[in-house]
């Protein structure tokens, strides 16, 4: 079983920075590969950036392409941060951060295991 708790969510403005963090905890919860999804009001969940284990690979959305960067930290705990920059108001959604024991793919179906969420509000 993994947990996983996402925190850093907020309401900015457009064009500001947020950086979103997932703490990774349970069993084997290392060696979890680890995505962010979002979901705005009346669409579905979709994928947003993806890191493999290890932090070599990584993968994104085209829509966030060059503005968010996905990064993880291995220690006694793991903790998986999306940055956000310059971020418009199509970005406002509840983020989720997930995990999986296999590779980062980019279907919610890849993944097993889910945090509650995390608002984030751009306004315009």
């Known amino acids: 079983q993994v947990q996983l708790v996402e925190s850093g969510g907020g309401l900015v403005q457009a064009g500001g920075s947020l950086r979103l963090s997932c703490a990774v905890s349970g069993r084997f919860f290392s060696t979890c590969a680890t995505g962010w999804f979002r979901q705005a009001p009346g669409k579905e969940r979709e994928f947003v950036a993806g890191i493999s284990w290890s932090g070599d690979r990584t993968n994104y959305a085209d829509s966030v392409k060059g503005r968010f960067t996905i990064s993880r930290e291995n220690a006694k705990n793991t903790t998986v941060y999306l940055q956000m920059n310059s971020l418009k108001p199509e970005d406002t959604a509840v983020y989720y951060c997930?995990?999986?024991?296999?590779?980062?793919?980019?279907?919610?179906?890849?993944?097993?295991?889910w945090g509650q969420g995390t608002q984030v509000t751009v306004s315009s």
């Open positions: 997930a995990a999986t024991f296999g590779p980062p793919g980019y279907r919610r179906s890849d993944y097993a295991y």
